[in-house]
């Protein structure tokens, strides 16, 4: 179970794993998609939101279980890319 928080174009995000092993990609305060526990790596969510005049962003984050590895990208950009863990990282 993580939680792990970013901004993007002045936009508040997070991607966060359940006690359940569910994935849930956020958008502020609403859950834009969710990928349910899987053996399969990665799991994959990804979103497309307008955050400009008409401006699309797609936003997909890949999470390998066994090795606790989350990595985040915007239109192909790496946001993040590393460990989390239970601790609940922000």
Known sequence: MF????TYRDRD???????EGELAL?????????????DREPQYLWTNVELEWEEHHYIEARYWQTSGRLRITAN???????????????
């Open 26 to 38: 956020v958008l502020g305060k609403v859950v834009r998609k969710t990928c349910p526990p899987s």
């Open 3 to 6: 939680r792990r928080a970013f």
């Open 76 to 90: 192909g950009r790496l946001l993040h890319d590393g460990a989390v863990d239970g601790a609940g990282l922000a």
């Open 13 to 19: 995000f997070a991607v966060h794993q359940s006690a």
